[in-house]
């Protein structure tokens, strides 16, 4: 009898870990799911009413605005961080005497949060006290930076703060795999010939296709939640120019009592999550079980 | 790590020529990373006149800690004029429960995925590895719903639960992730042995684990204390944490704008992860590799 | 002091049988090992006995009470692991004794028994180690000593001299044998490798894909193996399998060999005794089973053994004896001959057979025909 329930404890002690995920993740995407099909405005309704505020959704410019800001943002964010990452990693391997120094100081952006980085940003960039005004006063007239206050070039901000902040994560993740690398293929390739160029671009660097998409994931990943970052940063201004989507969602939510709408964007996201996380998270649990 | 450099590499001038232009890359990249961080370090010892006078990269002319003193305990966000330190207090007493019990489980729940592999434990484990990649938007809603319900809406225990919660999926996966390389057999005679599931995580599991707890700790902590949309979403007023009363501080738009104490509090927000940062690197790189490379 | 009974014990993954009716009787003080190529279930097998994988089919009895349903803990059993499983947290002392703590054995108790097995292991100058500062040959005795100071009724061991070098191995299989010889407990033992098997064991169980092949002492799996598997797998080098045909030649049975002689091949006639049992199987097809050391120098061999002359094609000195490669029935077969003996590859020499201790099997079944 003991025994039995002694066989039964690791359920009993996953059970609840488990249940909280399933009602708090599984559970409330149902939730929000359903809500997104209903007509709920301040508070939320029950009564279903179609794919009326996904119709409304789509022919909103905001959302519009914010959609393809994503795929500006996330395309130019995750290749020039990859970019970098890259670059940094690669000339770091070279024996560099200050290595563990320019390593922390690539990667503590890091460790911190999103909202000091965009303030940071913000004020180095604003055209009034900033670094245009700074140029200026040494007598570079026509120097100007002003893309914060610009309505086209606002994301562009928010690309360059964000890059700021998650290169060194790659430059991280791209040299503990420079560092597994296999030296004898190296040595190797050096009796053969091969110049160090040669080496990288052709050996080494396509050895790690793996790292190349994790990073693509994770950046991806933090691509489509990026909320504070505008916060801070632009506000999603001007205007609404440089919003994204969990702004968006944000904005729907808990300022303007458009809770249907909310839900309805939150759930596109979620599509757009899952189109890169599920192929890639499915081929990682395979990977491991044939490994 | 190699020997490349004993090997033939490229000779005479074009050799330093290269090594020059590596370390004049590292440097301007080393200059970029640090700038923001030397920017807002320097104003917040200003005073106002000096920042308006524009010379952004120049050193204060002399150190002014007022502003630090002001962004503390005076500075006011939204109506309420007390500083950051209400806020900071908020920010801590979220973080160590949440960072702690979001370990605890997480471990305890990857030591029972690994070491008794029951039937669904790997669709299990699939489940709550796919909720750590959601966008948050997606459950913010209904738990704010939930929140009200269960009376802890608008407080700080709210926003522990909801810590723990999203966080367990990440602990869970580091733990798991570790607890796999340990051996099975040392399970098995433990069994043997007569000691049973807490037994054997007690006195095997938890004392070879210290540094995937380090790991998790500085992650989940990171994590917690950099987050702002749960913050932002889920409180007002008095039970907010650090993060989100900085930018209600720096957005104010009423008044003049004091931004020597805007640099000084993000500092203040900033201090506690970056002095772990700096505390425990080695651990901090482990994290987020070992959250980025899966399964 | 146990005895242990296995009877149609089977194990499913899913749909995946790993082990397949398995019946086996453990007397009291016996030790069994159980002897098999990897992934053919000896592991499965002994972590069913012990407790750490559940039964499919079948029951295990430990002194005649079915333990099918009862927790590792209980079962009164001690297991020393291939990896050793050493508690790495642990000291030498604190591994030993883990058990009895576990067991509430108290204190002054725990360490007396730890002190005895660790100076008859003669680990006593480590009890205050982490295994990690152990060597290989240390952390086995260690292993061994947690599972010797419980004094359980049952041992189990799973391959565990497979991590240690030869030499080594050698002398701890010395130790085991002088342990069991003493402590005179029911052992199982698992291994692949065959020299293990026939030195330490009372009885040896030869498993392949999940079912018992034979289970017997080790001299009559050596010298009448089951089947052709078992003949093949204990003895190094292996038994050499020869396809004939069964003639009878004036009033003698026996059997046709095609042997190369001078280049030329040759069919000899190589009678057998036995007559009446053989006289049933004559114009039959089958496979003469004839290791190494029956096939020797004519020199020195007793005289009433068959003879035959054939060309060597390669010749192996192993040290005591050289070994001779001949073809035999159009196969290459192994002689042991002593090295002073032994000719020069593509020379010719004289071999005697002592074709009375060789086996017939059934070239379909494969099976021994007595
Ligand atoms: N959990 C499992 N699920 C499915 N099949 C398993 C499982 N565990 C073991 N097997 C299979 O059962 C068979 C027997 O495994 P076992 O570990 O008993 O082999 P073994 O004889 O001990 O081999 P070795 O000498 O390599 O240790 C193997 O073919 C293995 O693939
Ligand atoms: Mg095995």
């Known amino acids: 009898m003991l025994d039995r329930l002694a066989e039964r404890l690791p359920q009993i002690v996953v059970a609840p870990s488990f249940l909280l995920i399933l009602v708090f993740v599984y559970g409330f995407i149902i939730w929000t799911g359903y809500v997104s099909f209903t007509k709920s405005k301040m508070l939320p309704v029950y009564k279903l009413d179609g794919l009326r505020q996904y119709t409304r959704l789509f022919s909103m410019d905001r959302w519009d605005v914010a959609y393809s800001n994503l795929f500006v943002f996330a395309s130019l964010f995750i290749i020039v961080a990859i970019i970098i990452g890259c670059l940094l990693a690669v000339l770091l391997d070279q024996h560099i005497r200050a290595e563990g120094a320019l390593r922390t100081i690539y990667l503590y952006p890091m460790a911190i949060s999103f909202i000091v980085t965009g303030t940071a940003w913000k004020w180095m960039l604003n055209p009034s006290l900033g670094l245009e005004a700074y140029f200026q006063s040494l007598g570079w007239e026509s120097f100007s930076f002003n893309w914060i206050v610009d309505k086209d070039m606002s994301i562009y901000v928010v690309v360059i703060a964000a890059v700021w902040q998650a290169s060194g994560f790659v430059m991280a993740l791209f040299l503990s795999a420079l560092r597994s690398v296999d030296q004898e293929i190296i040595k190797a390739a050096y009796l053969d010939g091969a110049s160090n160029t040669r080496i990288y671009m052709g050996i080494i660097l396509p050895s790690m296709r793996p790292v190349f998409l994790s990073a693509f994931v994770i950046l991806s990943h933090l691509a489509i939640k990026s909320f504070d970052l505008v916060v801070a940063l632009t506000g999603g201004g001007p205007g609404y120019a440089s919003t994204l989507p969990a702004n968006f969602m944000y904005e729907m939510t808990f300022r303007r009592n458009q809770i249907g709408i909310g839900a309805a964007s939150a759930m596109m996201m979620l599509a757009t999550v899952a189109a890169i996380m599920i192929p890639y998270l499915y081929s990682e649990l395979r990977g491991k079980k044939n490994g | ?295 | 002091m146990a005895t242990l009974t296995i009877n149609n014990a089977g194990k499913k993954y899913g749909s995946v049988e790993v082990l397949n009716d398995i019946s086996m009787e453990l007397n009291d003080g016996e030790l069994v090992v159980l002897l098999g190529s990897s992934g053919c279930g000896k592991s499965t097998l002994l972590n069913m006995i012990a407790g750490l994988e559940s039964i499919s089919s079948g029951d295990i009895r430990i002194d005649g009470e079915i333990v099918n349903d009862i927790h590792p803990k209980n079962r009164d059993i001690a297991m020393v692991f291939q990896s050793y499983a050493l508690y790495p947290n642990m000291t030498v002392a604190k591994n030993i004794s883990f058990g009895l703590e576990m067991r509430g054995v108290e204190k002054e108790k725990r360490d007396e028994l730890v002190n005895s097995v660790a100076k008859m292991l003669q680990i006593d100058h480590l009890l205050n180690r982490k295994p990690a500062q152990l060597s290989g040959g240390q952390r086995q005795r260690v292993a061994m000593g947690r599972a010797l100071v419980r004094r359980p009724k049952i041992f189990l061991f799973d391959e565990p001299l497979s991590n240690l070098d030869a030499k080594l191995r050698v002398e701890m299989r010395h130790e085991i044998k002088k342990l069991h010889t003493s402590l005179k407990a029911t052992m199982v033992y698992v291994t692949h490798d065959q020299i293990e098997a026939m030195t330490l064991a009372d009885r040896i169980a030869i498993l392949k894909g999940g079912v018992v092949q034979q289970f017997a002492t080790p001299a009559e799996i050596y010298s009448r193996p089951a089947n052709m598997f078992v003949a093949g797998f204990v003895g190094s080098p292996s038994m050499n399998f020869l396809p004939v045909t069964v003639a009878q030649q004036g009033n003698e049975i026996g059997v046709h060999l095609a042997v190369q002689y001078q280049g030329k091949s040759e069919n000899q006639f190589v009678p057998m005794r036995n007559n009446d049992k053989l006289s049933q199987l004559l114009g039959r097809e089958v496979i003469l089973g004839i290791r190494p050391e029956m096939i020797t120098q004519l020199e020195n061999a007793e005289k009433d053994l068959a003879t035959l002359h054939c060309d060597v094609e390669v010749v192996e000195p192993t040290g005591a004896d050289t070994l001779c490669i001949i073809k035999l029935a159009g196969k290459d077969s192994i002689a042991r001959v002593s090295p002073i003996h032994a000719c020069a590859p593509g020379e010719s020499m004289g071999f005697a057979l002592d074709i009375s201790r060789a086996c017939l099997f059934d070239p379909v079944t494969e099976e021994l025909i007595s």
């Open chain 2, 1 to 295: 790590m190699a020997n490349r450099d004993r090997l033939p590499g490229t000779d005479g001038k074009g050799r330093y020529i290269g090594r020059f232009l590596i370390y004049l890359t590292l440097a301007v990249f080393a200059i970029w990373y640090l700038a923001p961080l030397y920017v807002v370090v320097s104003t917040s010892f200003k005073d106002l006149a000096e920042i308006r006078g524009g010379a952004l990269l120049s050193l204060p002319h002399e150190f002014n800690v007022s502003a630090w003193h002001k962004a503390w305990s005076q500075a006011c966000i939204g109506v309420e004029c007390t500083g950051l330190k209400p806020y900071f207090i908020n920010s801590i007493s979220m973080s160590v429960p949440a960072v702690l019990i979001s370990t605890f489980l997480g471990s305890i729940t990857g030591y029972a995925l690994t070491k008794y592999r029951f039937r669904g434990a790997n669709i299990i484990f699939s489940l709550m590895l796919f909720g750590c990649f959601i966008p948050f938007q997606v459950v913010i809603l209904p738990m704010a719903q939930t929140l009200g319900m269960l009376g802890i809406a608008n407080t700080v225990n709210g926003l522990i639960l909801v810590h723990v919660v999203y966080g367990l999926g990440f602990t869970t996966l580091f733990f798991r992730n570790y607890y796999v390389s340990i051996p099975d057999d040392l399970v098995k005679a433990a069994t043997i042995d007569g000691a049973g599931f807490f037994r054997i995580y007690w006195r095997i599991m938890l004392p070879l684990s210290p540094p995937i707890i380090v790991v998790t700790i500085i992650w989940q902590f990171t994590q917690i204390w950099n987050d702002f949309l749960f913050g932002a979403s889920f409180t007002t007023g008095g039970a907010q944490p650090l993060t989100v009363a900085l930018n209600n501080l720096i957005n104010t738009t009423t008044g003049v704008k004091h931004y020597n104490i805007d640099m000084a509090a993000a500092l203040i927000a900033a201090a506690p992860t970056l002095f772990v940062y700096i505390v425990a690197g080695r651990y901090f790189v482990r994290g987020l590799t070992a959250g980025s490379v899966k399964g």
